[in-house]
């Protein structure tokens, strides 16, 4: 909005006056919720960093224990016995708020089972495949985990960024074009008031 | 479905012996391993395709390639191989082996059933099969190609599994393959009845040998990675071990790891696991592999002792099956590229 386009009335000033405190408060509310995310997003960030770390170090681990269960037992016999279990884990997606950002809560039935919860029966089985199932177990935890913890950070992200974006938009546009237009009002309408004293002036004498 | 059990009548002992041995020293020799694990696996590959397994990878060259072609071919000599023993053999002899081998029946039904549960594509369930016992290939393809677990059960109702296939709940597998496992030892010791006859004292020393190796890894894998009570815990185990009977075992089920670990070491198999027994061990498959070792030095020291007797030929099958899992682990870890020392020590040499 140019100051140019403004129509010079008090009115307009009254209003712009509104706009330009609201804005002023929109713009303080939204720095204060971005820095508020920025910690928020610094904290998350710490426990995703342990949690791919952790995750990591769960995906070599089974990927060898595994490797190593295929060596010893066969590829046949790890095949046949992944057979055995046909159950899913089950995933249920709940919503939390920090600081009206909604972000996913991920509540999931324990992977992790004891050895006669597998599927496969343990008097024909060994330690190679018991390990190898524990290890993807417990991986596949560490994956819905950081599944949550880096859905929330990046749904974070997106929030800072937009939040950014906003206090940017208001401090850099919105108010200095509506102080603009405002200081142009004003120096509008004392010139109109100058204006008017003269031409009664003119008309007294 | 399973042929009728053969006549026991009179063993051929001195010819089956004879041609087991003649088979053993077709075994690869405890060096080409340390040679092996040194090769690349293009080289493995072409050691085994030029070894004694030539047939079974030409065999099997159309439908597999690369590692899958070795371990299959791997698997289909060893089948024909056990198939082949059980043809020469005659009378009690015979009849003991083909119940040893019922193992592989028991295997190849469970195998049979996990796809079914699991709605694996036939081709994937034919692939699991190994047909090294009494049932030939030709009936567990037609096992594994009926529509469901129920339809399975239902064409084995007239074999001796059946008692137990028909009490079957659909997700229930566990239950039904630790059931069929021991249904397998304790059909060996009522098939077997009587040991007063040498050869049959003999082979239940061994398999009584196998039932405590078998007990004291299933009591170490509960104690390490379950959470079963301990009246749970005790249908698990097997009865007719030599030196843990199962009062023993019922003894050592509430103990934790370290104490069952000190508990062992009054059992002979404690000289096998000493050097690596420790309560806070990460892995149970070193020990694992050290009680395998063990069992095969038993059987080679039954083998010596008893030279006209089964002996020499369950000391055959355990070392045909430890070549097999010796160059599965070789061909497998390095195309894995498992480390040569962890390739090392899992080898049963």
């Known amino acids: ?205 | 479905m399973v042929s009728p059990v053969q006549s026991r009548g009179s063993s051929n002992y001195a010819y089956s012996v004879a041609r087991v041995r003649a088979m053993k020293s077709k075994l690869l020799p405890k060096e080409t391993y340390a040679r092996l694990v040194n090769m690349k696996i293009d080289e493995i590959i072409r050691f085994i395709e030029e070894s004694e397994y030539k047939q079974d990878v030409d065999e099997l060259a159309r439908t597999y390639d690369g590692i899958d072609l070795i371990e299959h071919a791997l698997n289909k000599n060893l089948a024909s191989t056990f198939t082949k023993i059980i043809n020469f053999t005659n009378g009690e002899l015979n009849y003991i082996l083909t119940e040893y081998l019922k193992d592989y029946d028991i295997w190849n039904i469970k195998a049979i059933l996990r796809g079914k549960y699991y709605g694996a594509p036939v081709d994937e369930i034919k692939e699991s099969l190994v047909a090294a016992g009494q049932l030939s290939y030709g009936k567990l393809s037609a096992l594994a190609e009926k529509d469901s677990e129920d339809d399975v059960i239902e064409a084995l109702q007239n074999t001796q599994y059946y008692i137990i296939l028909k009490e079957y709940e659909k997700g229930q597998l566990w239950k039904i393959e630790n059931l069929l496992d021991h249904m397998y030892y304790s059909s060996l010791f009522q098939t077997l009845g009587s040991t007063k006859i040498s050869d049959r004292r003999h082979f239940m020393k061994f398999i009584r040998t196998e039932i405590d190796i078998k007990n004291i890894t299933l009591l170490m894998r509960l104690k390490k990675y379950g959470t079963i009570d301990a009246e749970k815990s005790a249908d698990l185990m097997i009865a007719g071990g030599l030196e843990l009977g199962l009062a023993e075992i019922e003894k050592l089920l509430p103990l934790s790891f370290e104490e069952l670990l000190q508990s062992l070491e009054k059992y002979s198999y404690w000289n096998a696991i000493a050097d690596i027994a420790d309560p806070n061990i990460d892995s149970l498959t070193d020990l694992e592999t050290q009680l395998t070792k063990y069992s095969l030095r038993t059987a080679g020291s039954f083998s010596h002792e008893y030279p006209l007797s089964i002996a020499p030929i369950m000391d055959y099958i355990l070392n045909k099956k430890n070549e097999i899992r010796n160059l599965r682990i070789i061909v497998r870890g390095k195309a894995s590229n498992l480390s040569e020392e962890l390739i090392k020590n899992q080898l049963v040499i």
Do not use: C, W
């Not at chain 1, 009335?9 to 209003?15: D, F, K, Q, V």
């Not at chain 1, 710490?46 to 269960?69: C, G, H, I, P, S």
């Not at chain 1, 309408?189 to 008309?203: A, C, D, G, P, Q």
């Open chain 1, 1 to 205: 909005m140019g100051a140019q386009d403004v129509k010079p009335t008090r009115s307009e000033l009254i209003a712009l006056k509104k706009k330009i405190k609201l804005s002023e408060s929109g713009h303080k509310l939204l720095k204060m919720k971005r820095d508020g995310l920025i910690l928020e997003f610094f904290d998350i960030l710490n426990q995703a960093k342990d949690v791919r770390n952790e995750l990591d170090a769960a995906y070599a681990n089974a990927t060898e224990k595994f490797k190593f269960a295929e060596a010893v037992e066969g590829r046949v016999t790890v095949k046949s016995t992944a057979f055995a279990l046909k159950n899913t884990p089950e995933i249920t997606l709940r919503s939390h708020n920090i600081m009206g950002v909604v972000v996913p809560k991920i509540d999931s039935s324990k992977v992790h089972k004891s050895l006669n919860q597998r599927g496969y029966g343990i008097l024909g089985t060994s330690s190679y495949i018991d390990e190898a199932v524990e290890s993807y177990e417990i991986l596949v935890d560490k994956i819905i985990l950081a599944a949550e913890i880096e859905t929330t950070m990046k749904k974070l992200l997106d929030d800072i960024e937009k939040t950014k974006r906003r206090v940017n938009a208001l401090e850099f546009k919105v108010i200095p074009e509506l102080s603009e237009a405002m200081a142009f009002i004003s120096l509008r309408l004392e010139e109109m008031e100058r204006e008017n004293t003269f031409r009664l002036k003119r008309i007294k004498a």
